[in-house]
T-cell receptor, first 116, second 109 residues
Framework: NAGVMQNPRHLVRRRGQEARLRCSPM?????VYWYRQLPEEGLKFMVY????????ESGMPKERFSAEFPKEGPSILRIQQVVRGDSAAYFC??????????????FGDGTRLSIL | QKEVEQNSGPLSVPEGAIASLNCTYS??????FFWYRQYSGKSPELIMF????GDKEDGRFTAQLNKASQYVSLLIRDSQPSDSATYLC?????????FGTGTSLTVIP
């Protein structure tokens, strides 16, 4: 499967626990984006990464959220000390070139995070 | 003002009719424009993109771009029940990539 791969598809955590969401970009893509979608709402940009670099994190909450895209392995979105308001669908997208080009982003199937 | 605005709908059209979805954007420097379809509980799927003023056709879909009016639209001809979904407009500029909140389309058999 050459598409954007996200796992897990569903993740349940209790308040105060940590959530780790993984994303492997489409083959040949080196630009990764994370979005959050609340029910009945649009996609909200969180962060844009390239290998080993955070390019734009203007949409990330200042606390508890972090993201990385290491030289080897998938991109990780990490949420520490989760709260009920973190319950949402988290989508990862990738593109061949960056934000500032005309290339479209292709999305993974998302991770549905539920906080008990 | 939001960067990208869409009517949330819902928009209902009978099967076989033309569905017209509209989107306006605020950044005059925007360069790329995309339409995504999202079925309930699924991920957004790219269906069209357009970079230049005018029309671009792909099968039953036509994207229309008017940069002077900062307006982009999607027409779906011969609408089918399987077209029922939320359609997201996305606009790429120099600094970021913005999504609208989407228009919900229902095609009635």
């Amino acid at each position: 499967n050459a598409g954007v791969m996200q796992n897990p598809r569903h993740l349940v955590r209790r308040r105060g626990q940590e959530a780790r969401l993984r994303c492997s970009p489409m083959k040949g893509h080196s630009h990764v984006y994370w979005y959050r979608q609340l029910p009945e709402e649009g996609l909200k940009f969180m962060v844009y990464l390239q290998k080993e670099n955070i390019i734009d994190e203007s949409g990330m909450p200042k606390e508890r959220f972090s993201a990385e895209f290491p030289k080897e392995g998938p991109s990780i979105l990490r949420i520490q000390q989760v709260v009920r308001g973190d319950s949402a669908a988290y989508f990862c997208a990738s593109s061949a070139t960056g934000f500032y080009s005309n290339q479209p982003q292709h999305f993974g199937d998302g991770t549905r995070l539920s906080i008990l | 003002q939001k960067e990208v605005e869409q009517n949330s709908g819902p928009l209902s059209v009978p099967e076989g009719a033309i569905a017209s979805l509209n989107c306006t954007y605020s950044d005059r420097g925007s360069q790329s424009f995309f339409w995504y379809r999202q079925y309930s509980g699924k991920s957004p799927e790219l269906i069209m993109f357009i970079y230049s003023n005018g029309d671009k056709e792909d099968g039953r879909f036509t994207a229309q771009l008017n940069k002077a009016s900062q307006y982009v639209s999607l027409l779906i001809r011969d609408s089918q029940p399987s077209d029922s979904a939320t359609y997201l407009c996305a606009v790429g500029g120099m600094n970021q990539f913005y999504f609208g909140t989407g228009t919900s389309l229902t095609v009635i058999p």
